[in-house]
């Protein structure tokens, strides 16, 4: 699934007309499906009425050729609610939440949250998995999945950045034999090594660079071909390692030598300097991207 | 350097007596079941062999015992660990000159010094010895340095002996960025799956594992390395899974902030008729209603029936 870009003009002003262009670039390249506003899109420095203008455009401009995914992960719980709400209004095809930021919920708060959300809307719901070390993130266990595929019917899936065997399968394992269909998608392209163990897809990072890379990774994934699968994912690891510093203004400066210029990124993030552009355009060139990935729009 | 490839490596506990001295008459036992199971390899010993709670000449005897019990059959990995990094270079030493095939150090224990500090510890372990080294990343829920993308690029840079990394932080992440720019410094560096997850290690060009869990469950353990080797992922997932929900009961049992597993791993182990006594303190054993609880898990799980009972 691609996660574009949030595009901004010059003033850091929302640049609709550019974030049309750019979802219909992932459409046309091959996306199964678009989620906005992820991190990557600089959800938090987003305002909420920017938030829906940008899901109003996206739904527009998919025009239901893919399903769009809306993102409504924010600080206060009231304020997901109401993206929530008017998702569901202007015709997106799911959500994708966590519990509210910046707050090391227990187990028990990202239930009450989730279940919160899940009722609130009719859309299927995805929830986001983000442990980090020394339980800062937002963590769903196998057991809190458990207990809100039970709950919820329209809970379908998670995307999951704990990128840990162990939790993945735990998660993988009991939530498959309760909803077969429940989707595990992985954040970012770390995908080989998930997809055996039942990931079905990933956000990625790198489609607005290397859509071609991308598609070839999957198919490879679902042709067992394995070989290919470790050229890919390694060449999108380097990928990764060069745009997840200050992520995602590096991403940002790369889309620049892609023709596909998208604007600074908003602070207190920074913008990619002339030399940051510079040195990730060698880059893109040893890696063989600038030579063989699509330019422009 | 010729090339040692550990393959399926088991990784024995440590038996005590009610008194926690080190049980030898059954640690032999131990050997040799591993022997007879299918271990390509030992490594030994580690955190299932509670490493962390045995002396110093505790760990240099254990080391000299295995080497005469196991006698050349199979290839014994020492494990040389410590929070100081001479302690730990001078177990390597005695590691190689008892015989070992190989070393495997942990970053230090305890402390959390910069990375630099970190690479020069594994550094002058590696570089102590002439046997192929491994360093060991360390699972989430440890405490203490876990090893980083880099960390593992500097010591690949100037350890010429450092065959490769064995991973039980079990990091997607970590595993591709190892794989992807180590092996353009290292293009034999092996990676190595520290613990029975091994299709996500295998998808990604791994080699070998460290099971613990063949103490309970070899013939599994074996199953699901084959089919790693042979890439078959996909056809891996179930057994995958089964190790998974093996490992998921053992884990889970008792009160180990640590969630090392260990006090379930040895009433697992003694429900399958070898027993070898509780974790030393201050890993406390499992009470009779956990004991009860895990032992009744165990008992649900019909991919078990096929494991060897008894020594």
């Known amino acids: ?294 330019h422009g729009w | 350097m010729p090339t040692f490839k550990p393959g399926l490596v088991h990784t024995p506990v440590t038996p005590f007596k009610q008194d926690h001295n080190i049980d030898y008459d059954t640690y032999a036992k131990v050997l040799e079941f591993h022997i007879r199971n299918g271990a390509d390899a030992l490594a030994l010993p580690m955190p299932e062999g509670e490493d962390m709670s045995l002396t110093d000449p505790e760990l240099r005897k254990l080391l000299e015992f295995a080497m005469k019990q196991v006698k050349g059959r199979v290839p014994v990995i020492a494990h040389a660990s410590d929070a100081g990094t001479s302690i730990a270079v001078d177990r390597a030493l005695h590691a190689e000159a008892a015989g070992a095939a190989a070393i495997v150090s942990n970053p230090p224990y305890f402390w959390h010094p910069k990375a630099s500090m970190v690479v020069e510890h594994l550094v002058r372990i590696g570089t102590a010895v002439k046997l192929p080294f491994y360093i060991y990343n360390p699972p989430v829920e440890s405490v203490g340095t876990t090893l980083s993308t880099e960390i593992v690029l500097d010591v690949i840079k100037r350890v010429p002996n450092l065959a490769g990394v064995v991973d039980a932080s079990l990091d997607f992440v970590f595993m591709e960025e190892v794989m992807c720019n180590g092996r353009q410094l290292r293009p034999d560096l092996q990676l190595i799956a520290g613990g029975d997850f091994m299709v996500s290690s295998g998808a990604l060009g791994g080699t070998g594992a460290f099971s613990p869990l063949s103490a309970i469950a070899p013939r599994l353990a074996r199953s699901l390395f084959d089919l790693c080797r042979k890439n078959q992922f996909i056809e891996a997932r179930d057994t995958q899974e089964s190790i998974g929900t093996l490992n998921h009961a053992i884990k889970s049992a008792g009160e180990s902030g640590l969630r090392d597993g260990l006090a379930g791993l040895k009433a697992a182990l003694g429900s399958f008729g070898r027993e070898c006594g509780v974790p030393r303190p201050p890993v406390r054993g499992l009470g009779e209603v956990e004991r009860g609880r895990l032992l009744e898990d165990l008992a649900g799980m019909t991919f078990l029936k096929a494991e060897p009972r008894g020594w």
């Open chain 1, 1 to 294: 699934m691609q996660a574009p870009v949030t595009p901004l003009k010059d003033d850091f002003s929302f640049d609709g007309e550019g974030f049309a262009k750019m979802v219909d670039f992932h459409v046309r390249n091959g996306a199964p499906a678009i989620a906005w506003p992820h991190h990557k899109a600089e959800s938090l420095n987003l305002t909420i009425a920017e938030r829906k203008l940008g899901a109003e455009i996206a739904v527009k401009t998919v025009a239901k050729r893919v399903p769009v995914s809306i993102f409504v992960g924010t600080l206060s719980e009231e304020d997901s609610l109401d993206i929530a709400r008017h998702a569901q209004k202007i015709g997106a095809d799911m959500l994708l939440t966590i519990s509210p930021y910046c707050r090391r919920p227990s187990q028990e708060e990202i239930y009450d949250s989730i279940v919160r959300i899940g009722t609130h809307t009719e859309l299927p719901v995805l929830t986001y998995n983000s442990p980090w070390r020394n339980g800062e993130g937002v963590e769903f266990t196998s057991e809190l999945t458990k207990r809100l595929i039970d709950r919820l019917p329209n809970y379908i899936g998670m995307k999951d950045a704990s990128f840990h065997s162990e939790k993945f399968l735990e998660i993988s394992r009991v939530a498959l034999k309760m909803r077969p269909g429940f989707a595990i998608i992985q954040g970012v392209e770390h995908l080989l090594a998930a997809y055996p163990l039942g990931a079905c897809g990933s956000f990625s990072s790198s489609g607005a660079i290397a859509p071609n890379l991308c598609n070839k990774f999957y198919k490879s994934l679902v042709d067992r071909d394995w070989d290919t699968a470790r050229d890919c994912q390694f060449k999108i690891s380097r990928l990764w390692r060069l745009f997840k510093e200050q992520y995602p203004s590096s991403l940002k400066g790369a889309m620049i030598m892609m023709g596909r210029p998208v604007g600074p990124t908003r602070s207190p993030l920074p913008t990619a300097t002339k030399e940051r552009v510079e040195f990730l355009r060698t880059q893109l060139e040893e890696l063989n991207i600038l030579q063989t990935e699509p």
